[in-house]
């Protein structure tokens, strides 16, 4: 995740706190979205389906720690592999309103005989996820016995091989039907990855694909000599506009040192009222910076 954010912040998603949370002793109990006995039609006794407990966790107490020791905002992501895939989506279903965006890749929707699923079948046609997003991913081992199989031959299969990937295209045809609930989804095969390497490749594409509306625009047009000032300013303030209306709160549509570079390039190039226009919006979007 932080390489990820590392070589994408800026122009494809914005800066970010990035929060970890381990849990190699309770994955399991923690992820899971409800109870079971027996799995597979043996008895089953490990603990589980102790997510609703794990939700009331980052709520009431990561979350607000978070917002206490950083200067972070309520524009919050979720990001999920496996049992913790079917969580980002469970909390999609229950608790939409603790994130904005979600990556569940390559989920555990097979938990329970398929059970977050059917809660989500009810509940997502009449849900508002006007300005979140989620973007699902699926691996390519998707039969567990047999190689080659396409997604439609995975469909129409009924064995316990196939459940885990059926249980996830079926989802996301499921939201597919639904698009009235605004929700912004994106759902992208990896048939050249497993479950155990899905999750670089899905956090990349998914950070681009909920923060799509985020990329810089018009680049073309700030790099052209000819652009003028005044149709640069245009540019400005309609990502300002974007921005806020997306985040729900205003931010500087670039950062400092990107305005900053912009006007000093301006006035080597003997711009002066572009630069002078640069430096202008320095000083309006970054008052309290010396170099302001």
Do not use: C
């Not at 309103?97 to 398929?114: G, K, R, T, V």
């Not at 699926?138 to 196939?162: C, R, S, Y």
């Amino acid at each position: 995740m932080n390489d990820v954010q590392n070589y994408y912040s800026g122009g494809f998603a914005p800066e970010m706190v990035i929060i970890g949370i381990s849990n190699d002793k309770n994955r399991m109990r923690d992820l899971t979205t409800s109870k079971v006995t027996e799995m597979y039609r043996s008895p089953f006794k490990q603990e589980n389906g102790e997510a609703v407990n794990f939700s009331k966790f980052i709520e009431t107490e990561l979350i607000p720690f978070v917002e206490n020791k950083y200067p972070v905002t309520n524009f919050r992501t979720l990001i999920g592999h496996s049992y913790g895939g079917l969580f980002t989506l469970y909390s999609l279903v229950h608790h939409p309103e603790l994130f904005s965006n979600y990556l569940a890749i390559d989920p555990s929707l097979d938990w329970d005989n398929q059970q977050l699923f059917k809660e989500a079948r009810d509940k997502v046609s009449s849900a508002d996820y006007k300005g979140k997003s989620l973007f699902m991913s699926l691996a390519g081992h998707v039969n567990m016995q047999k190689t080659g199989m396409t997604l439609n031959e995975i469909k129409k299969d009924t064995t316990d091989f196939t459940i885990f990937s059926r249980s996830n295209i079926a989802f996301s045809e499921v939201l597919n039907q639904n698009k009235q609930n605004e929700l912004a989804f994106e759902w992208k095969y990896y048939p050249r990855d497993l479950h155990g390497t899905i999750t670089f490749p899905s956090i990349m594409d998914g950070l681009i694909s909920v923060f799509e509306w985020y990329q810089t625009e018009n680049i073309d047009k700030h790099n052209m000599p000819t652009t003028t000032a005044d149709e640069i300013n245009k540019i400005v303030r309609y990502r300002q506009h974007k921005l806020e209306t997306h985040f729900g709160y205003a931010v500087p549509p670039f950062p400092e040192f990107l305005i900053n570079m912009q006007g000093y390039m301006s006035m080597d190039m003997g711009q002066m009222e572009r630069a002078k226009m640069f430096f202008e919006l320095t000083i309006e979007y970054y008052p309290n910076s010396p170099n302001s």
